[in-house]
């Protein structure tokens, strides 16, 4: 009698990573200057673990980061650890190939940030991906940075999008069943 036990392996999600790559144009906070590249980096988890035909959302950013003059400058954020966003119009998308077809058109945080990390010796207060303002500010508007093409963040085509950490890990018992199949395996083949 042959026995067979069959289970599936459970997917988990997947952090998506997306980046928008510019060049600081004006800054008046500390240690950024024009001409600096200036990296704006969202992680985002939608329960998803794969690139292909995908919506996030503003409720599915996990952090968001702002790197100035390659570290002069970092600031992280998490919008949903805090109060959410001010403003939310639009999502990260992406099609059947992965590509990002889509990016907010209107995502800021203006209001009570709640920022998990910063080598600023100002205190961040809002940033914004809207095409039309200034980036960054720390200081209540004091202090901002302003970005060459700041049209540019709200095209699709400027990003980048990729998978960081997909994990896929047996349950217990998964595992336990995989093992007694080979087991019966083994013992079958020594009866005969």
């Given at each position: 009698?042959?026995?067979?036990?069959?289970?599936?392996?459970?997917?988990?999600?997947?952090?998506?990573?997306?980046?928008?790559?510019?060049?600081?144009?004006?800054?008046?906070?500390?240690?950024?200057t024009?001409?600096?590249?200036?990296?704006?980096?969202?992680?985002?988890?939608?329960?998803?673990?794969?690139?292909?035909?995908?919506?996030?959302?503003?409720?599915?950013?996990?952090?968001?980061?702002?790197?100035?003059?390659?570290?002069?400058?970092?600031?992280?954020f998490n919008?949903?650890?805090?109060?959410?966003?001010?403003?939310?119009?639009?999502?990260?998308?992406?099609?059947?190939?992965?590509?990002?077809?889509?990016v907010?058109?209107?995502?800021?945080?203006n209001?009570?940030?709640?920022?998990?990390?910063?080598?600023?010796?100002q205190?961040?207060?809002?940033?914004?991906?809207?095409?039309?303002?200034?980036?960054?500010?720390t200081?209540?508007?004091?202090?901002?940075?302003?970005l060459?093409?700041?049209?540019?963040?709200?095209?699709?085509?400027?990003?980048?999008?990729?998978?960081?950490q997909?994990?896929?890990?047996?349950?217990?018992?998964?595992?336990?069943?995989?093992?007694?199949?080979?087991?019966?395996?083994?013992?079958?083949?020594?009866?005969?």
């Open positions: 009698m042959t026995c067979a036990v069959f289970s599936a392996i459970p997917a988990h999600a997947a952090i998506f990573t997306a980046t928008y790559t510019g060049t600081v144009s004006f800054a008046t906070v500390d240690n950024v024009a001409g600096n590249t200036a990296l704006i980096t969202y992680q985002l988890d939608n329960g998803g673990t794969s690139l292909l035909n995908q919506t996030w959302t503003a409720s599915n950013i996990v952090s968001v980061t702002f790197n100035f003059g390659n570290g002069a400058h970092v600031t992280t919008p949903n650890g805090g109060n959410g966003l001010t403003n939310s119009i639009g999502s990260f998308v992406t099609n059947a190939l992965g590509q990002l077809t889509a907010p058109s209107a995502w800021t945080d209001s009570n940030v709640n920022v998990v990390s910063t080598n600023s010796t205190t961040p207060t809002q940033w914004y991906l809207d095409g039309g303002n200034s980036v960054y500010y200081n209540n508007f004091s202090n901002a940075v302003n060459t093409n700041v049209s540019g963040n709200i095209v699709a085509a400027n990003w980048t999008i990729q998978g960081t997909t994990q896929t890990t047996p349950e217990p018992g998964t595992l336990l069943g995989l093992l007694a199949v080979g087991s019966l395996g083994v013992l079958a083949r020594k009866r005969q």
